[in-house]
Protein backbone atom coordinates (compact mmCIF):
# COMPACT_ATOMS: atom_id res chain seq x y z
CA UNK A 1 0.00 0.00 0.00
CA UNK A 2 2.12 2.89 -1.33
CA UNK A 3 -0.89 5.45 -0.30
CA UNK A 4 -0.15 8.45 -2.71
CA UNK A 5 2.42 8.81 -5.05
CA UNK A 6 3.53 12.16 -6.97
CA UNK A 7 6.11 12.24 -9.68
CA UNK A 8 8.09 13.82 -10.34
CA UNK A 9 9.59 14.92 -7.68
CA UNK A 10 11.58 18.00 -8.72
CA UNK A 11 10.76 19.24 -12.51
CA UNK A 12 12.77 22.28 -14.66
CA UNK A 13 11.04 24.23 -17.14
CA UNK A 14 11.38 26.46 -18.78
CA UNK A 15 8.70 29.39 -19.44
CA UNK A 16 6.26 28.43 -22.34
CA UNK A 17 6.89 24.60 -21.92
CA UNK A 18 4.05 22.39 -20.54
CA UNK A 19 4.23 19.59 -18.58
CA UNK A 20 1.95 16.65 -16.26
CA UNK A 21 2.55 16.17 -12.77
CA UNK A 22 1.09 12.75 -12.00
CA UNK A 23 -0.71 11.58 -8.94
CA UNK A 24 -1.44 8.24 -8.11
CA UNK A 25 -3.56 6.39 -5.38
CA UNK A 26 -3.92 2.86 -4.41
CA UNK A 27 -6.44 3.51 -1.44
CA UNK A 28 -9.86 3.46 -3.25
CA UNK A 29 -10.51 6.84 -2.42
CA UNK A 30 -12.93 9.24 -4.03
CA UNK A 31 -11.83 12.26 -3.50
CA UNK A 32 -8.84 13.64 -4.95
CA UNK A 33 -7.49 17.13 -5.04
CA UNK A 34 -4.35 19.38 -6.17
CA UNK A 35 -2.45 21.69 -4.24
CA UNK A 36 0.12 24.61 -4.25
CA UNK A 37 2.60 25.41 -1.47
CA UNK A 38 4.34 28.70 -2.13
CA UNK A 39 6.49 30.06 0.68
CA UNK A 40 4.52 32.52 3.30
CA UNK A 41 1.80 31.61 2.23
CA UNK A 42 -0.82 28.43 3.27
CA UNK A 43 -1.97 25.40 0.92
CA UNK A 44 -4.07 26.70 -2.04
CA UNK A 45 -6.40 24.53 -3.68
CA UNK A 46 -6.08 23.74 -7.31
CA UNK A 47 -8.70 21.36 -8.56
CA UNK A 48 -10.50 18.97 -6.95
CA UNK A 49 -12.35 15.66 -7.86
CA UNK A 50 -15.17 13.86 -6.04
CA UNK A 51 -14.67 10.72 -8.23
CA UNK A 52 -14.15 9.60 -11.93
CA UNK A 53 -15.13 11.33 -14.82
CA UNK A 54 -16.01 14.90 -12.08
CA UNK A 55 -13.46 17.42 -11.83
CA UNK A 56 -14.00 21.25 -10.38
CA UNK A 57 -12.50 24.17 -9.61
CA UNK A 58 -10.60 25.27 -6.37
CA UNK A 59 -9.38 28.46 -5.53
CA UNK A 60 -6.47 29.03 -8.17
CA UNK A 61 -7.20 27.07 -11.00
CA UNK A 62 -5.99 29.54 -13.67
CA UNK A 63 -3.25 27.89 -15.92
CA UNK A 64 -3.85 24.34 -14.84
CA UNK A 65 -5.68 21.30 -15.97
CA UNK A 66 -6.95 18.27 -14.60
CA UNK A 67 -9.34 14.98 -15.72
CA UNK A 68 -10.17 12.43 -13.66
CA UNK A 69 -10.50 8.91 -15.81
CA UNK A 70 -9.92 6.41 -13.06
CA UNK A 71 -10.23 6.42 -9.65
CA UNK A 72 -6.31 5.89 -9.54
CA UNK A 73 -4.94 8.28 -11.28
CA UNK A 74 -5.52 12.48 -10.84
CA UNK A 75 -2.86 14.16 -13.28
CA UNK A 76 -2.34 17.82 -13.18
CA UNK A 77 -1.15 19.51 -16.57
CA UNK A 78 0.36 22.83 -17.31
CA UNK A 79 -0.18 23.87 -20.30
CA UNK A 80 2.15 26.81 -20.94
CA UNK A 81 4.62 27.47 -17.54
CA UNK A 82 4.69 30.58 -16.46
CA UNK A 83 7.33 31.50 -13.33
CA UNK A 84 4.25 32.08 -11.29
CA UNK A 85 3.72 28.95 -10.78
CA UNK A 86 7.09 27.71 -9.14
CA UNK A 87 5.90 26.29 -6.57
CA UNK A 88 5.55 23.21 -4.65
CA UNK A 89 2.98 20.78 -5.35
CA UNK A 90 0.71 18.33 -3.19
CA UNK A 91 -1.96 15.51 -4.24
CA UNK A 92 -4.23 14.96 -1.74
CA UNK A 93 -6.65 12.39 -1.12
CA UNK A 94 -9.97 11.55 1.26
CA UNK A 95 -11.97 8.48 1.77
CA UNK A 96 -15.38 9.72 0.69
CA UNK A 97 -16.73 11.61 -2.07
CA UNK A 98 -18.37 14.39 0.31
CA UNK A 99 -14.79 14.83 1.83
CA UNK A 100 -16.66 16.91 4.87
CA UNK A 101 -14.19 15.61 7.19
CA UNK A 102 -11.69 13.68 7.69
CA UNK A 103 -7.99 12.83 7.24
CA UNK A 104 -6.30 14.76 4.02
CA UNK A 105 -3.71 12.14 2.72
CA UNK A 106 -0.74 13.52 1.15
CA UNK A 107 1.30 12.64 -1.07
CA UNK A 108 5.35 13.67 -0.77
CA UNK A 109 5.15 16.43 -3.16
CA UNK A 110 6.13 17.82 -6.59
CA UNK A 111 8.86 20.67 -6.66
CA UNK A 112 8.47 23.12 -9.61
CA UNK A 113 10.86 25.58 -10.86
CA UNK A 114 9.62 27.62 -14.06
CA UNK A 115 12.69 29.75 -15.57
CA UNK B 1 -12.94 35.51 2.08
CA UNK B 2 -11.75 33.26 4.80
CA UNK B 3 -8.08 33.91 5.88
CA UNK B 4 -6.53 31.41 8.96
CA UNK B 5 -3.15 32.63 10.69
CA UNK B 6 -1.05 31.78 13.27
CA UNK B 7 0.07 33.94 15.59
CA UNK B 8 4.62 33.01 15.59
CA UNK B 9 6.31 31.84 12.25
CA UNK B 10 8.79 30.16 14.81
CA UNK B 11 8.62 28.57 18.31
CA UNK B 12 11.68 27.10 20.21
CA UNK B 13 11.06 25.05 23.14
CA UNK B 14 13.20 22.95 25.39
CA UNK B 15 13.05 19.18 25.18
CA UNK B 16 10.41 18.19 27.26
CA UNK B 17 8.57 21.16 27.71
CA UNK B 18 5.00 21.81 26.70
CA UNK B 19 4.62 23.41 23.35
CA UNK B 20 1.49 25.58 22.86
CA UNK B 21 0.84 26.95 18.31
CA UNK B 22 -1.95 29.29 18.00
CA UNK B 23 -4.06 29.51 15.13
CA UNK B 24 -6.63 32.55 14.04
CA UNK B 25 -9.60 32.38 11.70
CA UNK B 26 -12.26 34.65 10.25
CA UNK B 27 -14.78 32.94 8.77
CA UNK B 28 -17.62 32.10 11.71
CA UNK B 29 -18.64 28.89 9.19
CA UNK B 30 -15.83 27.11 9.52
CA UNK B 31 -17.23 23.66 11.05
CA UNK B 32 -13.96 21.95 11.31
CA UNK B 33 -10.62 22.09 12.08
CA UNK B 34 -7.40 20.24 11.59
CA UNK B 35 -4.56 20.36 13.01
CA UNK B 36 -1.15 19.19 10.52
CA UNK B 37 2.95 18.54 10.65
CA UNK B 38 4.85 19.22 8.04
CA UNK B 39 8.66 17.15 8.08
CA UNK B 40 11.06 19.83 5.91
CA UNK B 41 10.63 18.25 1.98
CA UNK B 42 7.44 15.72 2.90
CA UNK B 43 3.85 15.78 2.57
CA UNK B 44 1.58 17.30 5.56
CA UNK B 45 0.59 14.48 7.97
CA UNK B 46 -2.54 15.03 10.33
CA UNK B 47 -2.44 15.26 13.56
CA UNK B 48 -5.97 15.99 15.00
CA UNK B 49 -9.56 17.00 14.14
CA UNK B 50 -12.16 18.80 16.12
CA UNK B 51 -15.56 19.73 15.16
CA UNK B 52 -17.03 23.40 16.11
CA UNK B 53 -19.41 21.28 18.50
CA UNK B 54 -16.51 20.40 20.57
CA UNK B 55 -14.40 22.87 22.38
CA UNK B 56 -11.66 19.87 22.93
CA UNK B 57 -9.92 16.96 21.57
CA UNK B 58 -7.27 14.56 23.26
CA UNK B 59 -5.12 12.52 21.48
CA UNK B 60 -1.49 11.17 21.98
CA UNK B 61 0.21 13.77 23.47
CA UNK B 62 -1.64 16.39 21.62
CA UNK B 63 -4.92 18.50 22.56
CA UNK B 64 -6.53 20.79 20.45
CA UNK B 65 -8.71 23.76 21.58
CA UNK B 66 -11.47 25.75 19.90
CA UNK B 67 -12.95 29.10 21.23
CA UNK B 68 -15.52 29.71 18.66
CA UNK B 69 -16.70 33.17 20.50
CA UNK B 70 -13.07 34.63 19.22
CA UNK B 71 -12.46 32.21 16.40
CA UNK B 72 -9.02 30.70 18.14
CA UNK B 73 -7.84 27.14 18.04
CA UNK B 74 -4.60 25.91 19.59
CA UNK B 75 -2.12 22.43 19.54
CA UNK B 76 -0.92 21.90 22.64
CA UNK B 77 2.33 19.23 22.26
CA UNK B 78 2.87 17.35 25.46
CA UNK B 79 6.54 16.48 26.72
CA UNK B 80 7.91 17.80 23.20
CA UNK B 81 10.41 15.67 21.80
CA UNK B 82 13.58 16.36 18.65
CA UNK B 83 10.78 14.32 16.63
CA UNK B 84 8.00 16.99 17.05
CA UNK B 85 10.59 19.92 15.50
CA UNK B 86 8.20 20.63 12.05
CA UNK B 87 6.19 22.92 10.84
CA UNK B 88 2.62 23.18 12.10
CA UNK B 89 -0.31 24.72 10.36
CA UNK B 90 -4.16 24.36 10.79
CA UNK B 91 -7.07 24.67 8.26
CA UNK B 92 -10.58 25.63 8.52
CA UNK B 93 -13.45 23.89 6.82
CA UNK B 94 -16.68 25.55 6.11
CA UNK B 95 -18.70 22.41 4.40
CA UNK B 96 -15.99 20.57 3.06
CA UNK B 97 -12.52 19.96 1.78
CA UNK B 98 -13.96 22.04 -1.34
CA UNK B 99 -13.87 25.00 0.68
CA UNK B 100 -10.85 24.40 2.92
CA UNK B 101 -8.07 27.45 3.88
CA UNK B 102 -4.79 26.43 5.61
CA UNK B 103 -2.90 28.68 7.96
CA UNK B 104 0.79 29.40 6.69
CA UNK B 105 2.56 27.45 9.39
CA UNK B 106 4.84 27.88 12.66
CA UNK B 107 8.13 26.22 12.50
CA UNK B 108 8.53 24.29 15.72
CA UNK B 109 12.13 24.19 16.95
CA UNK B 110 12.96 21.23 19.81
CA UNK B 111 16.11 22.62 21.40
CA UNK B 112 18.00 19.44 23.28
Known amino acids: NAGVTQTPKFQVLKTGQSMTLQCAQD?????MSWYRQDPGMGLRLIHYSVGAGITDQGEVPNGYNVSRSTTEDFPLRLLSAAPSQTSVYFC??????????????FGEGSRLTVL | GESVGLHLPTLSVQEGDNSIINCAYSNSASDYFIWYKQESGKGPQFIID?????DKRQGQRVTVLLNKTVKHLSLQIAATQPGDSAVYFC???????????FGTGTKLQVIP
Open chain 1, 92 to 105: ATVPNRGALTGELF
Open chain 2, 91 to 101: AALSGGYQKVT
Open chain 2, 50 to 54: IRSNM
Open chain 1, 27 to 31: MNHEY
